[in-house]
């Protein structure tokens, strides 16, 4: 009986570690999405950890042990809402992405990329533009800031490094076209003209096709 206990026991522990985990990445969940909510309608600096911990009905040494401080729980808040989802990788690293940089057609893939643009500037540009504005008062959101701003110039950079070598044109350098996409691509532009201007979403992203295309290509994507 005694070793029957113990084999039991044992055959429980998996599914136990399994469930705790599950029920923890769901803890985690609530934390970045009451998070989000007080962060937007706060702000950062009057937004508490225990005030994340209450609406997320979790306890305050949790939010520590998963996140470490404030600025860790905006920073996940910040990678969640620009790919949509917490566990994805950057989107021209998936699947999906590099099937996307492999398009023939010149036109839809930039219409591709800035369609994904406009869908990430939706969930995030409001997110970005707290770091910026939080920036001095945390110095881990000037850290933020800097890696939000690498992430785009690596992603601006590889949209660029992987067009054809007529595709771009002839008084423009690879490194030049980067840097023009890398400046149009940015949540502030987002937030200057859909925000503050009330442009509609779909303008946005009829005005950004348009630009790269006049800016960058050689002849119209068409």
Same mark, same amino acid.
């Given at each position: 009986?005694?070793?029957?206990?113990?084999?039991?026991?044992?055959?429980?522990?998996?599914?136990?570690?399994?469930?705790?985990?599950?029920?923890?990445?769901?803890?985690?969940?609530?934390?970045?999405?009451?998070?989000?909510?007080?962060?937007?309608?706060?702000?950062?600096?009057?937004?508490?950890?225990?005030?994340?911990?209450?609406?997320?009905?979790?306890?305050?040494?949790?939010?520590?042990?998963?996140?470490?401080?404030?600025?860790?729980?905006?920073?996940?808040?910040?990678?969640?809402?620009?790919?949509?989802?917490?566990?994805?990788?950057?989107?021209?690293?998936?699947?999906?992405?590099?099937?996307?940089?492999?398009?023939?057609?010149?036109?839809?893939?930039?219409?591709?990329?800035?369609?994904?643009?406009?869908?990430?500037?939706?969930?995030?540009?409001?997110?970005?533009? @707290?770091?910026?504005?939080? #920036?001095?008062?945390?110095? &881990? !959101?000037? /850290?933020? $800031?800097?890696?939000? +701003?690498? =992430? @785009?110039?690596?992603?601006? #950079?590889?949209?660029?490094? &992987? !067009?054809? /070598?007529? $595709?771009?044109?002839? +008084?423009? =350098?690879?490194?030049?076209?980067?840097?023009?996409?890398?400046?149009?691509?940015? /949540?502030?532009?987002?937030?200057a003209l859909v925000e503050h201007c009330g442009w509609r979403p779909e303008r946005y992203e009829r005005w950004m096709t348009d630009t790269i295309t006049r800016l960058l290509f050689r002849r119209p994507c068409q």
């Open positions: 009986m005694e070793m029957a206990s113990r084999m039991s026991s044992r055959s429980r522990r998996p599914y136990d570690a399994s469930r705790r985990q599950a029920e923890a990445r769901a803890r985690q969940r609530r934390v970045v999405d009451a998070a989000r909510e007080l962060f937007l309608q706060r702000g950062y600096g009057p937004t508490t950890i225990g005030d994340i911990a209450e609406a997320a009905d979790v306890s305050v040494p949790f939010v520590y042990a998963a996140f470490e401080s404030k600025a860790g729980i905006l920073s996940r808040v910040v990678e969640t809402a620009i790919t949509g989802d917490e566990a994805a990788p950057p989107i021209l690293e998936q699947p999906a992405g590099r099937a996307i940089l492999a398009e023939p057609d010149l036109a839809k893939r930039l219409q591709t990329i800035v369609r994904l643009a406009r869908l990430s500037h939706q969930r995030a540009a409001s997110l970005i533009q @707290l770091v910026e504005s939080a #920036r001095a008062s945390d110095p &881990a !959101l000037g /850290a933020l $800031a800097g890696k939000i +701003d690498a =992430s @785009l110039r690596r992603d601006t #950079r590889t949209f660029v490094e &992987a !067009l054809p /070598a007529k $595709a771009l044109r002839r +008084d423009i =350098s690879r490194q030049e076209a980067a840097d023009l996409l890398y400046m149009l691509s940015a /949540a502030r532009n987002w937030t």
